[in-house]
């Protein structure tokens, strides 16, 4: 039996405690920037600000951003505020033209990013005692690594299995019984399929799914297929990784863990949005090598500061409804993949794929899935206000992802179609 772990002091302070702390935190960075000089430091000082002390926490609206652009103009090491030798890693995504988003770490902030996983895992009604399958990628990309060491930080047993050969994964889940556990949405799909069809039964309790956006009816379709209860976490490598913001099994909002990760969502022009509204996603953080200010993500989700049953005071992110620039404008018509994933979800397979077609003048929407009910393309068209083609293919036909992020989305420009038998 796992034994049964609840929130920290630091996730259940008062809101006015936690701005005390935040206060101080953001001074601190900013005094840090300032003498580190680079982009950051010089934006500071061309806005008036000569280090921490002229900066309230109110004031954080007003100060500049940090975009993803910045960090790929100062590739590899322009963004370092510590000097090379205190860097013990480097981890990074994927950026323009081939080129990673570098993202070096200290040892502190390997020790930041651990407890910050930690948390995520005891979220998931984790402890010492259990055991946690992960399935995440290791290597330059932060999902495995960061879970493992959370896993470690928690004293539970990580079983460090990384991506594909989902044989042998089945297999490991059915004999070292794992009540944890850790991979993308589109990969528990793929393990919930696999150990149905070997009959196995799974002892799973909770899962950690993240590194793509999914839907409540993706969340459906996984807790059926694994028997558990699937939560949400967030995190991308420039922050720290996995570990910003985690559900807990209330299942209602990712809870950010602002006492290190200052967040802000805001509008097209920069702004504020209300509470509840969404918007980008920026976040203010505390690590040491590459601390970051007002980071604009891209991620589009909605904050709330509203309590929740699980204790935890921390504010709540919305699942990711998007990002900014994986908009799709089809004729006009605006509409995220997740939008789609929604509806296709709950009248198909969740084996599908979304193709542009950009070939003619006005481009098509096809939606090309293994299994759908009848009428899918009606409802699709209702509900998203864009008429679409559904295309329903053999079984096999949409790959299944082993290692990595599921391609849910793809341009058809010219030549041979996306997938056979379109």
């Known amino acids: 039996m796992v034994e049964a772990y ?16 935040q206060q101080t935190r953001l001074r601190e960075l ?37 975009t993803k652009q910045d960090l790929w103009d100062s590739y590899p090491h322009g963004m370092l505020a510590v000097p090379m030798r205190d860097v013990v890693a480097v981890h990074g995504s994927s950026g323009s033209r081939g080129r990673p988003t570098l993202v070096p770490y200290t040892r502190g902030d390997l020790e930041l990013w651990a407890a910050m996983c930690a948390r995520s895992l005891v979220c998931a009604g984790a402890g010492p005692d259990s055991v946690v399958h992960n399935a995440y990628g290791y290597g330059l990309f932060t999902g495995g690594l960061g879970i493992h060491q ?51 039964e799974l ?14 009816e993706m ?6 297929l694994l028997g558990l209860a699937a939560l949400d976490i967030y995190g991308l490598s420039e922050v720290i990784g996995p570990g910003v913001a985690t559900e807990c099994l209330e299942r209602d909002g990712l809870h950010v863990n602002e006492d290190h990760f200052l967040v802000e969502a805001v509008g097209e022009d920069g702004s504020p949005v209300p509470e509840g509204t969404p918007g980008e996603l920026v976040f203010t953080t505390t690590r040491e090598a590459m601390p970051l200010l007002r980071y604009r993500t891209g991620d589009v989700a909605s904050l709330t500061t509203a309590p929740c049953p699980c204790g935890r ?12 620039d994986d908009m799709l404008v089809v004729r006009g018509v605006n509409v995220y993949p997740r939008e789609i994933e929604a509806v296709l979800l709950r009248h198909a397979s969740p084996h599908y794929q979304v193709i542009v077609d950009r070939r003619a003048t006005m481009p098509r929407l096809i939606v090309a899935c293994e299994e759908a009910d009848a009428g899918l393309e009606q409802v699709l068209s209702a ?26 989305v793809v341009t058809w420009e010219s030549g041979e179609a996306p997938l056979p038998g379109l």
């Open 6 to 21: 609840g929130p920290g002091p630091e996730e259940t302070m008062s809101r006015d405690e936690r701005a005390a702390l």
């Open 30 to 66: 900013i005094d840090r920037l300032v003498r580190a000089g680079g982009v950051q430091g010089e934006r500071l000082r061309e806005a008036g600000v000569t280090g921490g002390e002229d900066v309230a926490l109110a004031d954080l609206p007003k100060l500049p951003f940090t």
């Open 150 to 200: 959370g896993a470690i930080a928690l004293g539970a047993t990580v079983v460090p299995m990384s991506g594909g050969m989902t044989e042998r994964q089945v297999r490991l889940l059915a004999d070292l019984r794992p009540d944890i556990l850790t991979c993308t949405p589109s990969y528990a799909v793929r393990l919930g399929e696999a150990a149905r069809e070997a009959g196995v």
């Open 203 to 216: 002892n799973l309790k909770a899962g950690l799914f993240g590194s793509e956006p999914w839907s409540e």
């Open 219 to 224: 969340r459906g379709t996984i807790e059926d």
């Open 313 to 324: 005071t921390l504010v709540r992110m919305s699942k990711v409804l998007g990002r900014r």
């Open 383 to 408: 509900e998203l206000g864009l008429s679409c083609e559904v295309r329903v293919l053999p079984a096999g036909t949409v790959p299944r992802v082993e290692i990595g992020k599921a391609v849910r």
